[in-house]
């Protein structure tokens, strides 16, 4: 690669004009229509002195003009039929009344940072706690472009440990229900705990509306806000519980206004004018296969990218290692402990970092709503008729938004490792030495183009930020890589 012939890309000031002119266009006003609001749960801030929330972020919320807030909630929800399952049809209430008392937690900006929307993630329980792996991603973002961002747990698994891990703090909780079928499913008859988490839906709509609402003034939840719109987020095993919601309850309740999914959404129905964005990375893509988007939906998919990332999982262990909630065979472990045991290599996890792409799916949703302009079209990994994903001759996988950690690494890295799950979908990465990396870039020019090279072309595209695709170029710029 010529370094001189794209040293002009490495201005930061024209670099941000490009990419802003793509991404700012369009114009018109929303098309989601407005419907009457669902009921709200009933939020109380928790007080329990000596006990500290579970899994509350590490980062320094101060330090971002932040503050912090845990609420029990409460109400009476539903149970919904013909929801999940894959299912593109319009749920129907089942019955309702179930009582419910969970909690959920809110990070609130000052009212002049607030720009005006709510982030709300379905927490990810796979672990066997509750965690917050869509914001481990965007988390930078969300707290730098003043978002209201809360934190919901909406599913048996995650209740129950937060009960087990301080009784003191979440006695009572609870978001079970007795009346299942025999397969342990959402049925009508029998005793045994329902498996498949029948009220999770309505308790998210139920507290969504409640934030959403910020009714009662100085001791509102989010005091001094006011909510213009809400977009719903999650990652892996949550992100697949909101891509049911959007097929089959948002249009029952007609709470959120756009969707933004991190790894292993599948199918959504084309007929909502509802925004939504699937960010796909290539270790999942292996087992969600490539599907049809709309008018109102994306898939980008990340080459290189793991089902959490490098900087996603660093976020993780830092709320692990503080809580100690991972319980190893020994005592207590980090979420990347419990990843290397079915590791064919070590360390875990690729340096592509995805969360540059779904910080801006996130931010592209809340255009689209605000706006009426588009998001970037769709970009899909190669496929062969058979569905496999094409590779280049080095293994490299064809298509996908190919971010500057993939195409300029300072790594030896692969989306694969091995094929037993967690680890299976979780990578690997070895990096390079100072002398590998003069071999590969030849000097630190080179390597400072082919960054620039890549970064603009995804900014330019509307698949990262352009301050994002700035502050990557001034990294490599930074670097002693290749020097």
């Given at each position: 690669?010529?370094?001189?012939r794209?040293?002009?890309l ?11 002119a793509?991404?700012?266009?369009g ?17 109380t801030a ?7 929330p579970m ?17 029990y ?14 299912s ?18 809110v990070?609130t ?13 379905w927490?990810?329980?796979?672990v ?47 978001v ?12 009508t ?7 498949d ?6 308790i ?5 509306q ?8 100085s ?7 006011v ?14 519980r ?5 097929n ?19 199918q ?15 270790a ?17 998919d ?24 991972i319980i190893?065979p ?5 979420f ?21 792409v ?13 706006t ?6 769709s ?18 996988v ?8 993939f ?19 979780s990578g ?17 020019g ?7 090279h890549?970064m ?13 695709a ?14």
């Amino acid at each position: 690669m010529n370094t001189r012939r794209l040293r002009w890309l490495a201005a930061p000031s024209l670099v941000l004009a490009t990419a802003a002119a793509v991404q700012g266009c369009g114009g018109g006003g929303s098309d989601t229509e407005a419907v009457p609001g669902p009921p709200t749960a009933v939020l109380t801030a928790v007080n329990v002195p000596g006990t500290t929330p579970m899994s509350a972020t590490a980062v320094d919320l101060a330090a971002a003009g932040y503050t912090a807030r845990e609420f029990y909630a409460e109400g009476k929800a539903n149970r919904y039929a013909g929801v999940g399952g894959g299912s593109l049809q319009t749920a129907t209430v089942r019955d309702g009344g179930w009582a419910y008392r969970t909690r959920v937690m809110v990070r609130t900006p000052a009212p002049a940072k607030f720009n005006g929307t709510l982030v709300v993630e379905w927490t990810n329980v796979t672990v066997g706690a509750d965690f917050e792996f869509a914001n481990a991603e965007a988390s930078a973002y969300l707290l730098r472009e003043g978002y209201a961002v809360a934190v919901v747990s909406a599913q048996r698994v995650g209740v129950e440990r937060l009960k087990t891990w301080s009784p003191t703090r979440y006695a009572g909780l609870s978001v079970d229900v007795t009346a299942c079928g025999a397969d342990g499913t959402s049925g009508t008859t029998g005793t045994s705990l329902c498996t498949d988490d029948p009220l999770s839906f309505d308790i998210f709509t139920q507290i969504t509306q409640a934030l959403k609402q910020n009714a009662g003034g100085s001791s509102a939840p989010m005091p001094g806000l006011v909510v213009e719109d809400v977009i719903a987020i999650g990652q892996s095993q949550s992100a697949f519980r909101l891509q049911s919601y959007y097929n089959g309850v948002q249009p029952l309740a007609g709470l959120i206004n756009g969707f933004a999914y991190w790894d292993m959404s599948n199918q959504l129905r084309s007929d909502q004018r509802v925004p939504a964005i699937s960010v796909q990375s290539e270790a999942f893509a292996v087992l969600i296969p490539a599907w049809t988007t709309s008018e109102f939906t994306r898939r980008w998919d990340v080459a290189g990218a793991t089902h959490a990332s490098l900087y996603g999982s660093q976020y993780i262990d830092a709320i692990v290692a503080r809580d100690q909630s991972i319980i190893g065979p020994a005592g207590p472990i980090s979420f990347t402990q419990w990843i290397e045991p079915t590791c064919t290599t070590l360390p875990p996890f690729t340096k592509v970092d995805v969360g540059l792409v779904f910080s801006n799916a996130i931010d592209s949703v809340r255009r689209w709503i605000r706006t009426g302009a588009p998001a970037a079209p769709s970009i899909n990994f190669e496929r062969d008729p058979s569905g496999a994903l094409v590779r280049e001759a080095d293994g490299k996988v064809r298509g996908g938004v190919r971010l500057a950690q993939f195409t300029a690494p300072t790594a030896e890295q692969a989306a694969p490792n091995g094929t037993v799950f967690p680890c299976g979908i979780s990578g690997w990465h070895r990096d390079y030495t100072p002398s590998e990396l003069k071999v590969l870039y030849g000097d630190h020019g080179n390597y400072v183009a082919m960054v620039t090279h890549a970064m603009v072309q995804a900014a330019t595209d509307g698949y990262i930020l352009a301050t994002d695709a700035v502050a990557a170029i001034r990294d490599a710029e930074n670097s002693d890589v290749a020097k």
